[in-house]
Nanobody, 119 residues
Framework: QVQLVESGGGLVQPGGSLRLSCVAS????????MGWYRQAPGKQRELVAG???????NYADSVKGRFTISRDNAKNTVYLQMNSLKLEDTAVYYC?????????????WGQGTQVTVSS
C-alpha cells in the first residue's frame, strides 16, 4: 500500500510564498505521475500541476508563472513552490500519485493540506 503524506500548508498574506511537499512511502512501487490538486469551498477539485517521472510538467493556466512543481525520484517526493499567492489560491491542496505496484496500477491521494491566503 502506497501512502502519501503532505506538508507545508499554512496561512500566508497575498503576494507571499509557500512550499508544499509530498512524500510517497511503501514498498515495491513505481510512480509515473505525481501532481497537486486543490479544492476550494463549494468548488470542484482541480488540477494545479503535474510532473512525470521524466520531468515533464503541466500547469493550470491560473498558476502558470507563479507555481513550480518539481520532483525528487530518489526520495519519491514532489514539491510545489507557490509564489505570488493570491486570495483565490486558498484551498485544500491534495497530493496525487499514479503508478503501479508490481503489475497492479494505482492512484493514491494524500490527506490534504490547507493553504489560506489572507491579509
Amino acid at each position: 500500500q502506497v501512502q502519501l503524506v503532505e506538508s507545508g500548508g499554512g496561512l500566508v498574506q497575498p503576494g507571499g510564498s509557500l512550499r508544499l511537499s509530498c512524500v510517497a512511502s511503501g514498498s515495491g512501487f513505481s510512480i509515473n505521475v505525481m501532481g497537486w490538486y486543490r479544492q476550494a469551498p463549494g468548488k470542484q477539485r482541480e488540477l494545479v500541476a503535474g510532473v512525470t517521472s521524466g520531468g515533464s510538467t503541466n500547469y493550470a493556466d491560473s498558476v502558470k508563472g507563479r507555481f513550480t512543481i518539481s520532483r525528487d525520484n530518489a526520495k519519491n517526493t514532489v514539491y510545489l513552490q507557490m509564489n505570488s499567492l493570491k486570495l483565490e489560491d486558498t484551498a485544500v491542496y491534495y497530493c496525487n500519485a499514479a503508478g503501479r505496484t508490481g503489475w497492479t496500477p494505482f492512484v493514491h491521494w494524500g490527506q490534504g493540506t490547507q493553504v489560506t491566503v489572507s491579509s
